[in-house]
């Protein structure tokens, strides 16, 4: 079972960038899809962004495309999200994870409920 630690939140202002990173014990690039999803406070947790392996194809949230991009680090058994122009809304606790295959998409964007590998998560606050 493959260990993944994020580490990059922060609080940011409106308008701010942040870049989230994903530490993962093994090789993940190669045969793993890779997802970045959110939880917000009294919501459910959903897909932001997800990359299939060997970084074939990548995957936004309509929330977040032209604002956020997801990319790896083969040689740092690493994932990355890197945020720009950022909203009160992208407030949340961010979880990277890591799942076997091809990402599994749901509406435009990779599902939580097909990962079993997730990180502890990373809290990401943007403040007007």
């Known amino acids: 079972r493959v260990h993944l630690v994020e580490s990059g939140g922060g609080s940011v202002q409106l308008g701010g960038s942040l870049k989230l990173s994903c530490a993962a014990s093994?090789?993940?690039?190669?045969?793993?899809?890779v997802g970045w999803f959110r939880q917000r406070p009294g919501k459910e947790r959903e897909g932001v962004a997800g990359?299939?392996?060997?970084?074939?194809?990548?995957y936004y949230a309509d929330s977040v495309k032209g604002r956020f991009n997801i990319s790896q680090d083969a040689s740092q058994n690493s994932v990355y999200l890197e945020m720009n122009n950022l909203l009160p809304d992208d407030t949340a606790m961010y979880y990277c994870a890591a799942e076997p295959g091809v990402c599994s998409v749901v509406r435009g964007s990779p599902h939580p409920a097909y990962f079993s590998n997730w990180g502890q998560g990373t809290q990401v606050t943007v403040s007007s």
């Open positions: 093994e090789d993940i690039y190669s045969s793993n899809c």
């Open positions: 990359m299939d392996p060997g970084g074939t194809r990548t």
